[in-house]
C-alpha cells in the first residue's frame, strides 16, 4: 500500500501555528506512507494538480490531505483523487487548520497534534475499501413549506421551471408578514399591490397546488423519494363550496374574536376572511370563539350561507404526498411585547408594537387607515418609536440585531407624517442600521424632509401621565435625561423564530441554533442548503431578513432545486450499513433500532434468516453496526476497523 | 515525537459529523482558543458510538475520552443521540468495574452552532484529566 500525504499550509492559517515541514518529516516515518509533501494552498488548481501528478508520479494508492475541515473540502479533493483514478473513498483528511492551528497557541504542541491527526488518518486510509455509488429515481415534485414572499417566490420559480409545487401555508391566506405591511421600504411602494399579483399567481399557476390552512404532519423519506403527510386542518366551511361573499362574516353576531392577520389590533368576526385580497379567499371557523362551538347553538352564518357551505361537523383530514426536495419557508414572529414590561406593551393600550401600528397606517386595516390611538380613539399628534425593543439585549437571550426594524421605524415616521401633518415623530434608536441600496438615503429623508427626530439612547420606563404616555431615557449623544410625552408608543419589538421552528426542524431533521433559527449547510458559500440533502432554506426561517433579501432566497432555494431535479437519477451515498451474510446470526436487533427502517429480514436458500440493508433508504448513521452483537452489519466507510485502526494510532500502549 | 509530549495527556474525542464536529469547526473558525491535548475521531452520529471503542482507548492509553453528539431531539438521523445516551450512561456505570474513574469519560451535547460552548467543553474536560493525572488502571481499580 502507497499513501501520499499532503500537508496544507492554508497560506499562514496552518503553517503559521504548525511547523508544516517537520509534519512532513514525521509522516515519512509512518508505515506505509510513500510519499509526503506540504503546498501552500491544496485546495488550489495548482495543488490539486500536484496531487493527481504524485498519485501517477509515485503510483499511490490512497490520498491523505491535512489541511481544513473535511466539512468544507473533502468533496473537492474525493473527486481530485477520483479524476486520477483512485476511488474516491481511498481518500482521508485531517483537520489540522479548525481543530487545531486555529485554536491551539503553542506551535511545538500543535505540530504534534497534526502529526498525530495524520497519523489517524493514515491508518483509517489504510484501512478504507473502494465503494461505488449505485443510481436512484428522483421524484420531481417540491414541496415549498409556507407561503410568505419567499416560499411564494420559491414556488412560483419551481413551477415556472416546470416542476410540480405543493405549496403547504398554516394560516389560512398565503402572503405571510408582507401582506401584512403597508407600505415598504425604501421606495413606498405599497405592499399589497406588489404581492397581490404574486399571490394570485400562485393560486392560479398550474403547476401549483395550494395548501392552505395546513400543516406538515410526517416527513420521512430522503432526497429523490419523501413521503409526507399533510394535515388540512378543519376550516368548518367547505372551501369548494365557498365563493368568499363575505356574507356570513357580516351576519356572524361572535363579534370579539382575536383577529390573529390585524395582530389583535381590533376583534374580527368568529367566521371570517381574513383580508381582502387573500387567497384563497375563503372562510373559515375560529372554534374558540363561534357561539355554535363554545355554546352549542347559534348556526347563522349556516342559515345566511348561500352556497351551503358552513360544515360544524368537519373534521382535519390528512393527505399523503411523495415529492423529491423541500424548500421552508417559515418566517419569523415577533416577540411579545410582555418579555419587554419596561415598556409596558400590552398593559398601557397605547404602547403598541411596529406589526400593529403598520395595520393602522394600512387602508384595509381595522381603522382603514386612519391612525387612531387604542385608548380613546383620537388621532395622535406626538408618537415615539422605539428601536431594538428586545433586540441586541442579551438579557432576554436576543444578542442579534432584528435587520430591518431601523428601517421600518424610519418609513413608519414618514408615513406618520403624510397621514398626520401636524405630527410630530420621535425615534429613539442605538444605531441606525441602514446598509442596503438607497437605505441610508432614506433614513435621512425622515429626519431632514420629514422631521422626525431621531434620539440615540435608550429607553428605561414608559409610564402613563393623564391621557399621555411619559417616555423617559438618556440621550447619550447630549450625556442627559430625556422625556417624551408621546401620545402613542409604538415598539420596534425584535425579530423571534417561530413558536414551532425547533418542533418543524425536527421533523425535517435540519438543525437550529440557539434562538430557532434554521441553520445553513456553510454560512457564506452554501446559504441556502442544509445539512440534509434535498432540503433548502429561504427567508427569514434562517434569521431575520428583509424583503429583498428573502425573495432572493426564494429564488436561489428554487434554482438549487432545479439544479438537483435536472438529472433523473441522483446517485447515492456508498456509505451505508452492509450485513456479512455469514456471521449474521438473525437477531434482528438491527432491525428494530434503525431509525429509517431502512433494514428488512431475509430469508437464505438453507432456511436461515438474516438481517437485510435497503440500500437506498439507509442514511448512514451506524446505530446498528454499533447494536450488532456479533459486527456482521457495517457501516462502510465508518466500520468498526477503520475506527478502532484510528483509536490504536493514538492510543498504543 | 520529541518529549514536550509530556506535558500533555492524551484526550480522545468521538464527535459527531452533524453538530459537535461542526461545533468544532465553529469554535476553530472563531479563534476560541483550548488546550491542545484533544485528538478528534469523526463518526457519523454518536449513536455510532460502540462502548467497547471508548473502552479500548481507556484501555490503550487514553487517559480521557469524550463523545459528543447533537443535543437530543435535534439529530441528525432521528433518534441517533438517544441510542448513544442509554449506551453511553450504562458505560459511565460500568467504567468502575474496569479499574478507571467514570470522570474520565464524558458524553455531552454541542450543536453546530456552538462554538464557544465547545471551547468551555474541551477545556473543562481536558482539565479535569490534567487533575485526574495519567490513567494507570490498576491505582484506581477499587478493591
Known amino acids: ?653 | 515525537m520529541p518529549e514536550i509530549a509530556t506535558q500533555e495527556l492524551r484526550v480522545v474525542g468521538f464527535l459527531c459529523n452533524w453538530c459537535s464536529y461542526g461545533g468544532a469547526d465553529t469554535a476553530g473558525v472563531s479563534r476560541f482558543k483550548q488546550p491542545t491535548d484533544l485528538r478528534i475521531i469523526r463518526v457519523p452520529c454518536s449513536g455510532r458510538v460502540d462502548p467497547l471503542f471508548v473502552v479500548k482507548a481507556l484501555l490503550n492509553g487514553a487517559d480521557g475520552v469524550l463523545v459528543s453528539g447533537c443535543h437530543p431531539r435535534d439529530c441528525h438521523y432521528s433518534d441517533g443521540n438517544f441510542y448513544a445516551r442509554r449506551r453511553l450512561e450504562m458505560l459511565k456505570r460500568l467504567l468502575p468495574f474496569l479499574g478507571i474513574d467514570e470522570r474520565r469519560f464524558y458524553y455531552t451535547w454541542v450543536s453546530a452552532s456552538e462554538g464557544a460552548r465547545w471551547q468551555q467543553t474541551v477545556t473543562e474536560f481536558t482539565n479535569r484529566i490534567h487533575e485526574l493525572g495519567p490513567l494507570h488502571i490498576k491505582k484506581e481499580a477499587t478493591p
Not at chain 1, 483537520?95 to 502529526?115: M, P, Q
Not at chain 1, 424632509?449 to 439612547?457: F, L, M, T, V
Open chain 1, 1 to 653: 500500500m502507497r499513501v501520499g500525504v499532503f500537508i496544507c499550509h492554508c497560506g499562514n492559517n496552518i503553517a503559521g501555528t504548525i511547523d508544516v515541514a517537520r509534519v512532513a518529516e514525521e509522516t515519512r516515518k509512518i508505515p506505509g506512507v510513500a510519499y509526503a509533501t506540504t503546498y501552500m494552498y491544496t485546495c488550489s488548481e495548482p495543488g490539486q494538480n500536484e496531487i493527481k501528478e504524485a498519485i501517477t508520479r509515485e503510483g499511490l494508492d490512497r490520498v491523505v490531505v491535512a489541511a481544513c475541515s473535511p466539512r468544507m473540502h473533502e468533496l473537492t479533493f474525493r473527486r481530485t483523487v477520483e479524476k486520477a483514478g483512485l476511488n474516491r473513498y481511498f481518500f482521508e483528511m485531517a483537520n489540522i487548520r479548525e481543530h487545531i492551528s486555529w485554536i491551539g497557541e503553542n506551535k511545538d504542541l500543535n505540530t504534534l497534534k497534526a502529526t498525530e491527526a495524520v497519523r489517524m488518518a493514515v491508518a483509517k486510509v489504510m484501512q478504507d475499501k473502494p465503494l461505488y455509488s449505485t443510481s436512484f429515481k428522483v421524484n420531481k415534485r417540491v414541496l415549498v413549506i409556507g407561503g410568505g414572499v419567499a416560499g411564494m417566490q420559491a414556488a412560483l420559480d419551481c413551477a415556472d421551471g416546470g416542476l410540480e409545487v405543493l405549496l403547504v401555508e398554516k394560516s389560512p391566506s398565503v402572503g405571510g408578514m408582507m401582506a401584512r405591511l403597508d407600505k415598504t421600504f425604501p421606495t413606498i411602494d405599497c405592499s399589497i399591490c406588489i404581492l397581490g399579483p404574486k399571490m394570485v399567481d400562485v393560486a392560479q399557476h398550474d403547476k401549483i397546488t395550494l395548501h392552505a390552512y395546513s400543516e406538515i404532519e410526517e416527513i420521512k423519506g430522503y432526497v429523490g423519494n419523501y413521503q409526507i403527510k399533510i394535515r388540512k386542518k378543519a376550516t368548518y366551511v367547505d372551501w369548494s363550496k365557498c365563493t368568499g361573499c363575505g356574507a356570513c362574516m357580516e351576519k356572524c353576531p361572535s363579534k370579539n374574536s382575536y383577529d390573529a392577520f390585524n395582530f389583535g389590533v381590533a376583534p374580527t368576526r368568529a367566521i371570517n376572511i381574513p383580508f381582502p385580497q387573500a387567497i384563497p379567499k375563503k372562510a373559515k371557523i375560529d372554534p374558540n370563539y363561534c357561539r355554535q362551538f363554545v355554546k352549542g347553538k347559534c348556526g347563522v352564518c349556516a342559515k345566511i350561507c348561500p352556497t351551503n357551505a358552513i360544515d360544524y361537523e368537519m373534521k382535519d383530514e390528512i393527505i399523503t404526498e411523495d415529492i423529491g426536495a423541500i424548500i421552508v419557508a417559515t418566517g419569523y414572529s415577533l416577540i411579545d411585547m410582555d418579555k419587554l414590561p419596561e415598556y409596558g406593551g400590552g398593559r398601557y393600550p397605547d404602547v403598541i408594537s411596529g406589526a400593529q401600528y403598520e395595520r393602522l397606517l394600512n387602508a384595509s386595516g381595522p381603522t382603514s387607515g386612519h391612525i387612531v390611538r387604542p385608548s380613546d380613539h383620537m388621532e395622535p399628534k406626538t408618537i415615539a418609536f422605539i428601536s431594538c425593543a428586545g433586540s441586541r439585549d442579551k438579557s432576554i437571550g436576543i444578542p442579534y440585531c432584528s435587520n430591518f426594524c431601523c428601517m421600518y421605524i424610519a418609513k413608519q415616521a414618514i408615513l406618520t407624517k403624510d397621514h398626520i401633518p401636524d405630527s410630530q415623530s420621535y425615534v429613539f434608536y442605538m444605531d441606525i442600521r441602514s446598509p442596503g441600496k438607497g437605505y441610508d438615503e432614506f433614513t435621512r429623508r425622515a429626519q431632514e424632509e420629514y422631521g422626525a427626530k431621531y434620539i440615540r439612547g435608550r429607553v428605561s420606563r414608559i409610564y402613563p401621565k393623564g391621557n399621555k404616555m411619559v417616555v423617559r431615557g438618556s440621550d447619550t449623544l447630549l450625556g442627559a435625561q430625556v422625556e417624551v410625552e408621546a401620545d402613542l408608543v409604538v415598539l420596534g419589538t425584535a425579530v423571534v423564530s417561530t413558536p414551532d421552528a425547533a418542533h418543524m426542524a425536527e421533523k425535517l431533521h435540519i438543525s437550529y441554533d440557539t434562538f430557532g433559527f434554521y441553520v445553513e449547510s456553510h454560512p457564506k458559500l452554501r446559504p441556502v442548503e442544509t445539512n440534509t440533502s434535498g432540503v433548502f432554506l429561504a427567508g427569514a426561517c434562517q434569521g431575520p431578513k428583509d424583503i429583498p433579501a428573502s425573495v432572493g432566497q426564494g429564488s436561489a432555494a428554487a434554482s438549487k432545486v432545479q439544479a438537483l431535479f435536472s438529472k433523473d437519477m441522483l446517485e447515492s451515498d456508498p456509505a451505508v450499513a452492509r450485513v456479512n451474510m455469514n456471521t449474521c446470526v438473525g437477531c434482528l436487533k438491527c432491525l428494530k433500532t434503525c431509525p429509517f427502517g431502512a433494514i428488512k429480514e431475509k430469508e437464505l436458500r438453507d432456511g436461515r434468516v438474516v438481517a437485510d440493508v435497503i440500500e437506498t433508504v439507509c442514511a448512514g448513521c451506524g446505530v446498528c453496526t454499533s447494536t450488532c452483537p456479533c459486527g456482521a452489519i457495517q457501516l462502510q466507510h465508518f466500520t468498526d476497523n477503520q475506527l478502532l485502526a484510528e483509536v490504536n494510532a493514538i492510543c498504543r500502549k
